[in-house]
C-alpha cells in the first residue's frame, strides 16, 4: 500500500466553504428569479386583462353617454328647431372606435395571458431542477467533503 504524507487540507476546506456559499447564493438568486417569473405571470394574467375590462366599461359608458346626447339632440320636434349635432355624431364615431380598441385590446391580452403562461411554466421547470441542486445536492455533497476532511484530518495527525 502507498504510503501518502497529507499535511494542508486548507484548499478543501476553502473548496468546503465555496460549496456551502454557492448553494445559499443560488438559492437567494432563484428565491428571486422565481419572484419575478410570478410577477410577470401576474402582470399580463391578471393585471392587464382586468385593466382592458375595464377600459371596455368606460369606453360603453362614453358610448352610451354620446349616443344620449346625440338623441337629445335629434330629438327636436322639428327639423328646424334641431341644433346641429355634428361634434355629437363625431363623439359617437369616436366612441365606438375606442370602444372597439378596448375590445380588441381584451382579447389580445387574453392570447398573451396563455403565451406568457406558457413561457413562465417553461421556466419554473428548470428552475426546479437547479433548486434541488441548491437544497439537496450542494449540501450533499458539502456534508460528504466535510467528512472526508474530517478523515483526512484524523490521517494527517496519526503521522
Not at 39 to 50: G, I, V
Request: charged residues 30%; hydrophobic residues 40%.
Amino acid at each position: 500500500m502507498a504510503a501518502s504524507n497529507v499535511r494542508s487540507i486548507e484548499a478543501l476546506e476553502v473548496f468546503h466553504d465555496g460549496l456551502i456559499g454557492l448553494s445559499g447564493d443560488w438559492d437567494k438568486t432563484l428565491q428571486e428569479v422565481r419572484m419575478l417569473v410570478h410577477r410577470a405571470e401576474e402582470y399580463f394574467s391578471q393585471d392587464r386583462p382586468k385593466y382592458w375590462r375595464h377600459q371596455v366599461q368606460l369606453a360603453e359608458r362614453y358610448l352610451n353617454e354620446a349616443k344620449d346626447q346625440l338623441a337629445q339632440k335629434r330629438s327636436a320636434v322639428r327639423a328646424s328647431d334641431r341644433p346641429a349635432a355634428t361634434e355629437a355624431v363625431k363623439r359617437v364615431q369616436v366612441a365606438e372606435r375606442r370602444l372597439r380598441l378596448t375590445q380588441a385590446k381584451v382579447r389580445e391580452a387574453k392570447a398573451y395571458s396563455i403565451e406568457v403562461s406558457q413561457a413562465c411554466n417553461a421556466v419554473l421547470g428548470p428552475l426546479a431542477d437547479v433548486a434541488q441542486h441548491c437544497e439537496v445536492l450542494l449540501p450533499t455533497a458539502a456534508l460528504e467533503l466535510h467528512a472526508l476532511i474530517n478523515q483526512l484530518k484524523a490521517y494527517a495527525d496519526r503521522q
